[in-house]
């Protein structure tokens, strides 16, 4: 069968042919070198797939008005097998035009329907933005039922072998859906923003949860993992914020993705690592508020736990302070040697956090959005990654290390209670944004005399402090002059 996926880069060349007949007209449509014919029953366009075998490419009846929209296994006598639409077209365009796509508040597909691909950007082609989490981007083309506001239910056929790419997004209105066995193959980001979408039964033999399947659904209460899921990708329930009580890990989990459970903030309990999990990946459970621990399964050779803290078997690596922690002070074990990233963000009563000696580097957002006051760095650290403190509102003061040579982008930006930084002469990037939105912040001494400050070096990529007034202190003829007068900030010289 033609996949849409296999040449969706390459160029069109559109020509239409118009001739009247008694049944239907027939439309050429040049791909690459393939030319196709499209026909229409006057409610669908529909190329051939085969001796018989039909797929739907455009739903076409612009004064469709009706509630239940059928998407049929048979059309003018040849079995549909499914919907294909070329290069990027929109099935539903035409309903979308007249305004009638929001009269439809079911779908019915019908049995005997294998395959539904529609991929391609709705309006604007340039479809991939930064989403709301910081470093998360975000591809915003368009699946074949996305933005169907008052879509509330959907009967998908035992046929069915696939859900694709966006498929049911942004539904806003789709209360619940129940995904058939057959299924084999899970594309990203099904139902990501369905938000009032409350029960999901998926199929019990599922390996995977794909992708940001349900992120944003702040409407889903329960979810029953069958135990034959081995992987949660990136973002899969990310800000589910109603998805309550215990959450039970199936048996036979190996690995949870980026974000996966992100902000999932009504969650309860401890959670229990089952015995086959090997890998826990950055900011699984950052923001779980109401997560209280963990529990190791027997047999788990890869992780422990103490105290609401999950580490690696050897505690030489922090993968999750949970954000409930109720523990105003903590020491970082000796033993550590680095922490993922994520791992200390959303902390709502730690005050006071000393790391360990042995940690290298403060990972990429590791205090986002935590209300610490005070972070004791080793003199170890050399390097500071990107957002490591951002949006840190209660942290006053912070003493860099003497080896920091880099500190990311955002890394401290949004601190907003900082008053002073100091930067020291192994110093050689102050990534963009590091120090914005710090609109307490009265001084920033930078001692290298060379420091690469927000792109300063290279003229073409400087970027201004915006959100900052401080007076920058450094050296004469130095790159902090330089960025104080591109900045319109106050210089002072050191001598």
């Given at each position: ?61 612009m004064d469709y ?247 690696d078997k050897k ?109 020291p002469k192994a ?69």
């Open positions: 069968m033609f996949h849409f996926r296999q040449c969706k880069h390459l160029k069109r060349i559109l020509s239409i042919f118009l001739a009247l007949l008694t049944v239907f007209s027939v439309v050429a449509v040049g791909v690459g070198s393939v030319k196709v014919s499209a026909k229409t029953n006057g409610v669908f366009e529909y190329v051939s797939r085969g001796k018989n075998e039909v797929c739907l490419s455009k739903a076409i009846d008005t009706g509630k239940t929209f059928v998407i049929p296994a048979e059309i003018d006598g040849n079995r549909v097998v499914g919907v294909d639409t070329d290069n990027g077209a929109i099935f539903f365009r035409d309903l979308i035009k007249s305004g009638n796509i929001d009269t439809i508040t079911s779908i019915k597909i019908e049995e005997g329907i294998v395959e539904l691909d529609q991929y391609g950007p709705f309006g604007d082609p340039d479809c991939f933005e930064e989403g709301p989490d910081d470093g998360d981007w975000e591809d915003y083309s368009q699946g074949l039922f996305s933005g169907m506001k008052n879509l509330r239910s959907i009967s998908l056929p035992k046929s069915l072998k696939a859900l694709d790419f966006r498929m049911f997004s942004n539904c806003t209105s789709l209360r619940k859906i129940t995904i058939p066995d057959n299924i084999e193959y899970f594309n990203d980001n099904i139902f990501e923003g369905c938000t009032s979408l409350k029960y999901v039964e998926l199929p019990s033999n599922m390996k995977y949860i794909p992708k940001k399947m349900f992120k944003n659904c702040k409407a889903l209460e329960s979810i029953k993992l069958p135990s034959s899921i081995e992987i949660i990708h990136a973002s899969a329930f990310a800000y589910c914020e109603s998805l309550k009580g215990r959450l039970k890990l199936p048996k036979n989990l190996k690995v949870i993705g980026e974000k996966a459970f992100y902000s999932c903030k009504s969650l309860t309990g401890k959670l229990e690592i089952p015995k086959n999990l090997d890998t826990v990946s950055d900011g699984a459970f950052a923001f779980c508020s109401g997560l209280t621990g963990f529990r190791i399964a027997d047999g788990n050779k890869y992780f422990s736990q103490k105290g609401g803290v999950l580490f505690k030489t690596k922090i993968y999750c302070y949970l954000s409930g922690k109720e523990t105003k002070e903590y020491k970082v074990p000796s033993t550590v040697k680095a922490a993922s990233d994520y791992a200390f963000a959303g902390t709502k009563y730690l005050k006071k956090i000393t790391l360990s000696d042995k940690m290298k580097y403060v990972d990429g957002y590791a205090f986002y959005k935590s209300k610490v006051k005070e972070v004791n760095l080793p003199k170890s650290i050399d390097y500071i990654c990107e957002g490591a403190f951002k949006n840190c509102k209660n942290l006053k003061e912070i003493k860099i290390p003497s080896k920091v040579w880099s500190v990311g982008a955002y890394a401290f930006n949004g601190c907003s209670s900082l008053k002073s930084l100091t930067f110093v050689l990037d102050i990534y963009e944004k590091a120090f914005d939105n710090c609109k307490n912040l009265k001084s920033v001494k930078i001692m290298n005399k060379k420091c690469d400050i927000y792109g300063v070096v290279l003229d073409y990529s400087m970027r201004k402090v915006s959100g900052s007034k401080p007076t920058i202190y450094g050296y004469k003829n130095s790159t902090a002059q330089k960025f104080a007068k591109y900045s319109k900030l106050k210089f002072v010289k050191i001598k």
